[in-house]
């Protein structure tokens, strides 16, 4: 994990995409550097400093899920995000629980591969040219004509060509047994390229600029010592490996009967995997005992208590995430990176036409946003894509006949757009 990314600094990183919720902010911030505290421990204390789990509880569209998005990114980090509701209790169809921690695992791979070709990038660039050469001139060919292509190649000129090129079969799917284990991907052609003494190739067209990518990806895989990479990437996993557990909520129950039986039987398998177990995996044995889960829910129905009492227990740190106001609406719409009016112009920009956002525009989106979700369903700033993209799909879809106009999008363009639907309660129900 990198030193610089003190709680301070992966806050301000947050804010720059997400408004408000500065108690979840700190609390992820807080969790995922005593990860890189744990790693300057002393061997003896080291095993048992245990992460404080977490458990988020908001409305939809309030930022949990964007919180885990963002902080997948920062962190150098095998990082999964799985869904309660894909799970269910072993013997049911659905998926075992313990898939997430060999999900984990595969995450944690292939960041270790990628860490790693970066060591071996030159030498793999230099046997992946040979190739594309190989197959643009021919192997027999002088090198002065080899020679031209690589200019080429170099100056851009062959990105619009194809060229027919032999790579190594790509791992077949995973077999899913319904109730039974999944060990992880079994590639069969690779069985039975080690069975024959060397990978089974096939030939593909590809243009120019993706053969050379996946060219150097097989090149520089090919100086990995996989054993290696696996031994490194289950140490990482087991170390700093951290789970999101989306709609925990959703497994909760207040009574047992119908459907809900498997839903407990779900937080029964997921307490072992939280409080510390082996999991099998197809890179080896992994322990669950330092990974760092943050469980989020909006509780609309259920509650917190609903959960198990030992799974309760487990999730040690409980964070509040508060329901956005048209304030905060203004704010994500003005003040963040890569923002939805940002995203917007940019698009439409494509097409040459520029949309300029007056603060009177933007305060009028963000007021029918919170009015919509204060009559009809609140889903938080979600709400925002839909107004968004009602306000701006007759403009979008005439964009070509634009071109060159610079379109004011102010209060009084907002309310002609939207006001009709947005007053009318049934038909916003529909389309807002």
Not at 277 to 299: C, N, W
Not at 310 to 320: C, M
Not at 342 to 365: K, P, S
Not at 379 to 397: H, P, Y
Request: hydrophobic share 45%; charged share 30%; proline share 3%.
């Amino acid at each position: 994990m990198n030193d610089s990314l003190t709680p301070k600094a992966i806050v301000a990183a947050l804010d720059a995409h997400i408004i408000g919720q500065s108690d979840a902010k700190k609390a992820v911030a807080v969790a995922l550097r005593n990860r890189w505290r744990r790693q300057r421990l002393g061997a003896d204390l080291r095993d048992e400093v245990t992460p404080k789990n977490i458990l988020m509880i908001g409305p939809t569209g309030c930022g949990k899920t964007e919180i885990s998005r963002r902080l997948a990114k920062l962190a150098d980090a095998p990082f999964v995000k799985v869904e309660a509701t894909k799970f269910t209790e072993v013997g049911y169809v659905g998926r075992d629980v313990e898939q997430i921690a060999r999900d984990l695992v595969e995450e944690a791979v292939r960041l270790e591969k990628e860490r790693r070709r970066l060591a071996v990038k030159d030498k793999a660039e230099e046997a992946a040219m040979a190739r594309l050469l190989d197959a643009l001139t021919g192997k027999g060919a002088s090198e002065a004509t080899r020679e031209a292509f690589r200019q080429r190649f170099r100056d851009g000129h062959l990105d619009d060509k194809e060229v027919e090129i032999e790579i190594e079969q790509a791992p077949q799917m995973p077999f899913e047994i319904p109730g039974g284990a999944q060990v992880g991907m079994i590639n069969l052609g690779e069985m039975m390229g080690k069975a024959f003494g060397q990978p089974p190739l096939k030939r593909r067209k590809l243009s120019v600029p993706a053969a050379w990518a996946k060219l150097v990806e097989e090149e520089a895989d090919k100086r990995l010592d996989q054993d290696e990479v696996s031994r490194a990437a289950l140490a990482d996993a087991e170390a700093n490996g951290i789970v999101f557990l989306d709609e925990i909520d959703k497994i909760a129950v207040s009574d047992v009967r119908g459907g809900s039986v498997s839903r407990e039987g779900v937080q029964r398998d997921l307490l072992p995997l939280i409080e510390g177990t082996t999991v099998s995996t197809k890179y080896g044995p992994m322990k669950t005992d330092h990974i760092l889960f943050i469980a989020s829910g909006a509780f609309h129905v259920a509650k917190p208590s609903d959960l198990l009492p030992e799974l309760q227990g487990r999730l040690p740190i409980r964070v509040e995430l508060k329901a956005l106001t048209e304030a905060d609406f203004v704010a994500i719409l003005s003040d963040t990176k890569a923002s939805l009016i940002a995203q917007y112009r940019a698009l439409l920009a494509t097409e040459g036409v520029t949309i300029d956002f007056t603060d009177d525009g933007i305060r009028a989106v963000a007021r029918i946003a919170a009015e919509v979700n204060g009559q009809v369903e609140n889903i938080g700033a979600r709400r925002l894509q839909t107004v968004m993209e009602k306000l701006l799909e007759s403009l979008s879809f005439e964009a070509e006949e634009r071109q060159g106009e610079t379109v004011a999008i102010d209060a009084a363009y907002v309310e002609r757009e939207l006001a009709s639907i947005a007053r009318n309660t049934d038909l916003s129900r529909f389309v807002l």
